[in-house]
DNA sequence: CCGGATCCTAATGGATACTG
DNA sequence: CAGTATCCATTAGGATCCGG
């Protein structure tokens, strides 16, 4: 690793990933395409702007897709990218040091 | 990975790296012990109170040491602890994701 | 040299109510 | 269902000055 390539993407990464509901939104993607309040329900205790703006933010950053179907009532899901799923591995490394240190 | 053992500690340690500074200060200190004014060559875009708050809490969750060597003027030396050095593959994960996608 | 103390601003997180 | 809008509390980040 060296100092010079260290930033400033790691720093926008880990900014990210830093912020609160992230690894937890990715998680349950993980496990494939997603609704609103499918997400809602798997991460009870996050308020609907929190899902919102975050959802905004990994749109924005390409880490997410955004369907909507055009049914009635919409229906709209959420689903990770290719750079949102090479997040996994990223994820677990943070997590398992959280687990045996933390 | 499971979604009842990733919080919380994973959402302790996302925060800490998240954190402005911690992974550039625990990237410094993977090359060995330094002092103060080391750090503040190294990192010289980062105030005093970051660099004091930040190391003040390493010191707290056990990944950084603080040595007191006392001569005049007292010198003080930062280094990892087992904990911290158990950080580089984490940082290196994130570094890595955020090179290819960020 | 190694910070501590103060004060301030910006960003983040959240509760609640409302809407097409 | 899938969000907006509004308002508020908390936290992070930073500038500056002070001191053993």
Chains 1, 2 share one sequence.
Not at 27 to 55: C, N
Not at 73 to 82: M, Q
Request: glycine share 6%; aromatic share 8%; with cysteine.
């Amino acid at each position: 690793m060296d100092y010079s390539t260290m930033c400033p993407r790691y720093e926008a990464a880990a900014d990210l990933l830093g912020k609160k509901w992230t690894g937890r939104i990715i998680f349950v993607l993980l496990g494939g395409p997603r609704r609103f309040k499918d997400m809602k329900e798997q991460i009870p205790e996050m308020s609907d702007k929190m899902l919102t703006d975050r959802m905004k933010e990994l749109e924005t950053l390409g880490i997410v897709n955004r369907h909507v179907y055009p049914e009635m009532p919409v229906r709209i899901e959420y689903e990770l990218t290719d750079k949102g799923r090479d997040l996994k591995p990223v994820i677990q490394s943070i997590q398992k040091w959280g687990e045996q240190w933390m």
